[in-house]
Each structure stands twice: as structure tokens, then as C-alpha cells.
Nanobody, 117 residues
Framework: QVHLIESGGGLVQVGGSLTLSCAAP????????MGWYRQAPGEQRELVAT???????NYADFVKGRFTISRNNAKNTVYLQMNSLKPEDTAIYYC???????????WGQGTQVTVSS
């Protein structure tokens, strides 16, 4: 099975920054939009940001102006730069390929982001 590999999470103080990375196989990276998602304890998984192969981006309202999604085509890697982190950003962050409103590959383990106040 194909899995995407998330990394870069950690513990950070309120107002701090982290950059997450998601490495994807070329056949996935080249053919789909890519998205970052998150799931807080007791909550449903939610979409955070999307980037298409052409570089168009879209963000959930709760991260607009604070998070930036980008992709490095030479490395088949998608990034999520997170600034001005808040305690409510604490969650496990996942990436996935997107086909419309659906995801393409099984969910990986994600990477834990914890924002302490």
C-alpha cells in the first residue's frame, strides 16, 4: 500500500513556528492535489490547506494568514509552514492526496503538533 510520510511535528510555545513535511511517491505527487489535515483529540479530522499541482492554494479560515502550504517538485514533498501557533492548533497533522473531496491513499501515522501556553 502507498503511504505518505509526515514529519516535523513537535512541542512549541504559543506564538511559535513549525514546518511540517510530507514526502510522497512520484506517481501520487505528480497527479493529485495535496492537502494537510489535522485531528485533535475527540474531534473529527479536518482539512487545513490544499495545494494543486499548478500551485493554487486554499486554506481553512482558522489558519488563513498563519499557515502556508507549498510544494517542492524536485523532492516530491509538500510543506506546511505554521506561524503564530495557538493552543487550539494542537493536533495530529496528516497529509494526503486529494481527488475532489476524497482522499486517495490510506492515512499514515501523522505528526504530532503540541502548542503549549
Amino acid at each position: 500500500q502507498v503511504h505518505l510520510i509526515e514529519s516535523g511535528g513537535g512541542l512549541v510555545q504559543v506564538g511559535g513556528s513549525l514546518t511540517l513535511s510530507c514526502a510522497a511517491p512520484a506517481n501520487i505527487y505528480d497527479n493529485y492535489a495535496m492537502g494537510w489535515y489535522r485531528q485533535a483529540p475527540g474531534e473529527q479530522r479536518e482539512l487545513v490547506a490544499t495545494i494543486t499541482s499548478g500551485g493554487w492554494t486554499n486554506y481553512a479560515d482558522f489558519v488563513k494568514g498563519r499557515f502556508t502550504i507549498s510544494r517542492n517538485n524536485a523532492k516530491n514533498t509538500v510543506y506546511l509552514q505554521m506561524n503564530s501557533l495557538k493552543p487550539e492548533d494542537t493536533a495530529i497533522y496528516y497529509c494526503n492526496a486529494q481527488l475532489g473531496l476524497n482522499t486517495v491513499v490510506p492515512w499514515g501515522q501523522g505528526t504530532q503538533v503540541t502548542v503549549s501556553s
